[in-house]
């Protein structure tokens, strides 16, 4: 096994085993209220939860957010995710693929497209990357493995400063992020991996050409605190510790981007546990919303316990619609029944 790979296991273990959630620090979401609508008007059954991203439909406006890959237990859990994704039209992410670009053989842990040929499918590389030799022949690798419809390119600053060895050097990074925007023939995604994204840094990536953002903001998994838990150094671990409450919460990345970028495509994600979250995430502004700790989950259970997270996360969607009085998305999205509760 490799160090990549080593990491890769390592990080399913911790978020698995170990208290990893943000510790004060939450995604904001419980700030707001929807208005209940006692007469809504409309039959539950025909409540539409269907949506476009990136040119493409989905069943729900849902993303199974990026995770792994690159072991043979991160093989089955992205298989798993991939039927569900296919059964109920989610979007997906794999986890960082430069683990198959160092070991081609381990490629197919990744490949989920035989199972799901309709998804709409995000690669996945660490931007700073981009300052170790990585460059646009990797980025297009990345993706043609895949068979992606977008390149996610994340951004995890503080990860790589608690992570034993990490990659720190993110000089010059943005001119390079700005030329694979501009080469790729798919748009490029960018996130955070739960420590969010400004509208300040959102400006700037939009005007480099990324084709979207995810904001991937505190308040779920802490990944100072994963990578604490990871470190044999009692100095890391305790820098990590510092970190674990570092970020800005989801729902207030959401909020300040929408503000200032009517039109970009926004995933809202970072410590969204079920449908009630998301949908306030999609009032918010939001275009889809993304979970990965809960997917990780269900999918290292079972088959079983996946499709029914799916399933639960439709039916929350769906009741948060019938009881809002909302026939659809974009209705939702129109609406202004979520109440920011006084402080
Ligand atoms: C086991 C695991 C591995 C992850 N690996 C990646 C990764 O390789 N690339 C990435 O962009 N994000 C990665 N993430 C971060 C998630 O996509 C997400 O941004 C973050 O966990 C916050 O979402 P959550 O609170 O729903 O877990 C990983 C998350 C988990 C739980």
């Not at 409540?47 to 476009?52: G, H, K």
């Not at 093989?75 to 997906?92: F, P, S």
């Not at 308040?219 to 800005?248: I, N």
């Not at 546990?273 to 979970?291: E, M, S, V």
């Amino acid at each position: 096994m490799t160090d990549t790979q080593a990491r890769k296991a390592d990080h399913i273990r911790i978020c698995l085993e170990e208290d990893v959630r943000f510790e004060e620090q939450t995604h904001g979401l419980e700030r707001y209220r929807f208005e209940h609508c006692c007469l809504p008007e409309l039959d539950c059954d025909r409540i539409e939860l269907s949506t476009e991203f990136l040119g493409k439909s989905l069943g729900a406006p849902l993303l199974i957010s990026s995770m792994t890959g690159g072991t043979e237990r991160a093989k089955t859990i992205n298989r798993r995710l991939a039927v569900v994704a296919q059964t109920y039209k989610l979007a997906m992410g794999v986890g960082s693929q430069r683990v198959a670009i160092e070991r081609p053989e381990v490629a197919d842990t990744f490949a989920v497209r035989d199972l799901a040929p309709d998804i709409l499918l995000f690669a996945n590389l660490g931007a700073v990357q981009l300052n170790y030799t990585y460059g646009l022949r990797q980025c297009l690798q990345a993706v043609e493995l895949l068979e992606a419809d977008a390149l996610i390119l994340h951004l995890n600053p503080l990860q790589e400063c608690i992570q034993p060895q990490g990659d720190r050097d993110f000089s010059q990074l943005l001119d390079k992020i700005e030329l694979i925007c501009s080469k790729l023939p798919v748009p490029v995604i960018v996130k955070e991996v739960g420590n969010g994204i400004s509208a300040k840094m959102a400006r700037v990536l939009i005007e480099a050409g990324v084709g979207a953002i995810d904001v991937a903001g505190a308040g779920g998994t802490s990944w100072a605190k994963v990578e604490s838990q990871r470190s044999h150094s009692p100095m890391q671990r305790r820098l990590g510790q510092t970190f674990a409450d570092w970020g800005l919460p989801t729902a207030e990345c959401v909020v300040s981007i929408r503000q200032q970028y009517r039109d970009v495509p926004l995933i809202a994600s970072g410590g969204l546990r079920n449908g009630l979250d998301a949908a306030k995430a999609i009032a918010l502004g939001a275009d889809l919303a993304g979970l990965a700790f809960p997917f990780l989950q269900a999918a290292s259970d079972s088959a079983a316990a996946t499709d029914e997270l799916a399933q639960l996360l439709l039916a929350e969607l769906r009741t948060v619609l019938f009881c809002t009085g909302n026939a659809n998305i974009f209705a939702l999205k129109q609406s202004n029944c979520l109440q920011k509760l006084a402080p």
